[in-house]
């Protein structure tokens, strides 16, 4: 499509653009609903084989000076990892195949489409993704009497901002792969960071060295941290905290998008 006929069509509204993707999106992965079920079966089948399970032989876990169950210490930690896996699924494989071999994004900007609205409206459908995940495993813990706090009304919305921190990024690192062998290099971060981002055992468990250094550092961390606090009412600043990493995280994440996006489409 020639520069010429861009030139020449109307652009679309912000909004406008971002419904066109989304429906495109919704339409395509509609016919592919089994696909959603596994990121969400996932962190299910966790919390019930090792949140209740070797809940039994745990008595209580005391975080921010609150006594509680294990099963509702690990659950909120599965409610964070439940967005982080769905952003990541679908910022990184389907980006990577669109981009590379689907030409979608060339065939996206041959219309009244630009590069901002590619990237916003990716990374709108991999929250919408994370979103859906969150709030099945939310009703899945209300229904299991996992929630003791009315804040956890904003769980939902933190989980949101999880998924907005981790698709932009990992949408941004997606645009330098060259090849499916690459993402070997997500699994090797992305399997460690859900282990070890305090989603099974306490921070104060690597002690007060380097290793919790980093681990706090860590965008998983930030996030299971904000949402346990909420399910539990155990707020503290670190919630504040959490919020502001991971909304800074997502919006460096998407100018890197746009900025990555502009010179493999547009140069």
């Not at 982080?84 to 994004?105: C, E, P, W």
């Not at 990024?169 to 090849?179: D, I, N, R």
Request: proline share 4%; charged share 15%; net charge neutral.
């Amino acid at each position: 499509m020639s520069l010429d006929h861009r030139a020449t069509t109307p652009a679309l509204s912000p909004w406008g653009a971002l419904s066109a993707i989304t429906l495109r999106n919704y339409t395509t992965y509609r016919r592919y609903w089994k696909l959603f079920l596994t990121g969400f079966l996932e962190p299910v089948f966790y919390l019930f084989s090792i949140g209740i399970g070797v809940g039994q032989l745990i008595d209580t876990f005391e975080f921010n000076g609150q006594s509680i169950p294990y099963a509702e210490f690990v659950a909120p930690g599965m409610l964070a990892a439940s967005a982080f896996n769905g952003a990541l699924l679908d910022s990184t494989y389907n980006v990577f195949f669109k981009l590379k071999y689907d030409k979608l994004y060339d065939q996206m900007l041959a219309t009244p489409l630009t590069t901002a609205d590619v990237a916003r409206g990716e990374i709108l459908w991999g929250q919408l993704r994370g979103a859906s995940y969150s709030a099945a495993f939310l009703l899945v813990m209300l229904a299991m009497g996992m929630i003791s706090s009315w804040w956890a009304l904003l769980a939902l919305p933190a989980t949101l901002l999880i998924g907005f921190a981790f698709s932009a990024v990992c949408m941004g690192l997606t645009t330098y792969m060259k090849s499916f062998q690459d993402f070997d290099k997500i699994t090797l971060v992305q399997l460690p960071m859900f282990l070890f981002s305090a989603t099974f055992f306490p921070v104060e468990a690597f002690g007060d060295g380097p290793v919790r250094w980093v681990v706090e550092a860590t965008p998983l961390y930030r996030g299971v941290v904000l949402c346990r606090e909420l399910t539990t009412g155990a707020l503290t600043w670190s919630s504040a905290v959490s919020v502001a990493y991971l909304l800074v995280m997502g919006v460096l994440g998407l100018l890197l998008v746009r900025r990555r996006l502009d010179k493999l489409l547009l140069t």
